[in-house]
């Protein structure tokens, strides 16, 4: 019942920012808590940041964590990850999530998934 379609990624110089948007259809967007997580080819899928649909709890990473800020806009049925003093071991593809209500840190707990956008930093 959610789509999802990211977009913003592309090529930056370590140091710089990127902000990430994921743009969900379907009803109920208010009640779903989003994740972004992103893949090296390669390697596991790992998470990255998540919302829950309340707004008031976020949970990031530690490699991330205080570089990356996730937020979200219900009204435009929109979550975005703001990414700044990006590094070159961020590089990835990013993919936005959902899961009823409670955010989670395990890829496999959100049933929903975008189509995934390249973030690629040069050093």
């Known amino acids: 019942q959610v789509q999802l379609v990211e977009s913003g990624g592309g090529l930056v110089q370590a140091g710089g920012s990127l902000r990430l948007s994921c743009v969900a259809s379907?009803?109920?967007?208010?009640?779903?808590?989003m994740g972004w997580i992103r893949q090296v080819p390669g390697k596991e899928r790992e998470f990255v940041a998540a919302i829950r649909a309340s707004a008031n709890s976020t949970y990031y990473t530690n490699s991330v964590k205080g570089r990356f800020t996730i937020s979200r806009d219900n009204a435009k049925n929109t979550v975005y990850l703001l990414m700044n003093s990006l590094k070159p071991e961020d590089t990835a593809v990013y993919y936005c999530a959902a899961r009823y209500y409670s955010a989670s840190y395990y890829p496999h707990e959100y049933p929903y998934w975008g189509q995934g956008t390249q973030v690629t930093v040069s050093s």
């Open positions: 379907g009803r109920a967007f208010s009640s779903y808590a």
